[in-house]
């Protein structure tokens, strides 16, 4: 029997360095950097990233860790740092998509600029081109140089720009982005304690079914796959479309945790069973409005100050987040959304109403009887 060294969970899908990245790689490193500048003013909706290294020499070391907050909102970090895949993959995880100066660093895909000037710097670096995603001309007249044509023989058939069609690198740059959006996938969050209902409010019937298969079902006709979140079970055999917590005794935590520990590279849309006024509408709002390059989408009564941390779509950035919440000690997800950077969706407070008494459950009851 082979022996097993690492845990088995599922690793979440990394390029080299960062979750999406691409090197730019050809010429010069300022006409790179200007190319960066350029596609990131017009895709200014994604949280970007550039990866470069420094020209400068006899840089002193630094003693100590510089951090200077300027007014307008940017951090300046000025640290002593060696490359190291797996840290720079922690520093971008919140990024969307990371460019990365091909000139210094092997990304794991490619944008390849033909420069007459460059050619022994592409012969050079052959070996780290593998996984083309598209070709820039500097000028008209470069040609294909033999190197590229005897690596790559289909290598004319790969998209084509000039270096001047912004418009048309920056739409191609955004469908790599689009491509890596994640999927989205269903929570029903179960199990509670239930100690002021005096009994399971997952089970509670306001539609003549369980209230955990009513928000499952909500979930699956929007086309999500969805799983119930489930304590630790000794008497049962846990199924298929149950995620059991191996986070325990965190409560909602734990079970957000856990869904992200059995699939970290999906969106979790996480819904409790004591909101029985969230309908169909309110689930397609939330999809719709979701903004994929923030921590998470979530809703927010129009009276209420603060989010409702279980209607709330996850992104997987967020699972490195509550991660950290819970090494400083904390195990409140609306503590992690409320100092984090989500998009926030205002309705009605009364699609959102908690139901957490038996005197509170037979009012719920009667008004889905009537709206019904």
Known sequence: MTH??????????????????????????????????????????????????????????????????????NLQINTTSTINNFEQRLQFINHDFVFIN???????KQILILDNEKKASIKKRLSQITNIQFIIKRTSDVPYFDCLLEKFPQIKNITCYQIDEIDKITTHINSLIQEHIPPVKGLVLTGGKSTRMG????????YGKPQKEYTK???????????????????????????????????????????FQKDPNSAWLVVATDVPFVNKEL?????????????????????????????????PKAYSKLLQYLAQGYSCPRKMLINSDIEIIEVDDNLIRNINTPE????????????M
């Open 102 to 108: 091909g000139n210094h660093y092997q990304g794991a």
């Open 283 to 315: 689930i397609q709002l939330l999809l719709q409005r979701r903004n994929p390059s923030k921590t998470a989408t979530t809703i927010k009564g129009k009276n209420k100050e603060f989010p409702e941390p279980l209607i709330t779509i996850y992104e």
């Open 4 to 73: 097993q060294k690492h845990a088995k969970i599922t690793r979440k899908q990394n390029d080299t360095y960062a979750t999406n990245e691409v090197a730019i790689l050809g010429t010069n490193c300022g006409i790179i950097a200007d190319l960066v500048k350029d596609v990131s003013l017009k895709l200014s909706n994604y949280n970007l990233a550039y990866f470069d290294a420094s020209h400068a020499k006899n840089v002193d070391k630094n003693d100590f860790t510089e951090y200077t907050f300027h007014q307008q909102g």
């Open 199 to 206: 009994t399971d409010k997952s089970e509670l019937k306001y």
């Open 217 to 259: 079902e909500l979930l699956e006709n929007n086309n999500l796959k969805t799983f119930y979140s489930v304590q630790v079970a000794t008497d049962k055999t846990i199924t298929s479309d149950e995620i059991e917590d191996s986070f325990l005794n965190l409560g909602p935590f734990g079970g957000i945790c856990s869904a």
């Open 360 to 371: 509170e459950f037979e009012i719920a009851k009667k008004e889905i009887n009537i709206a």
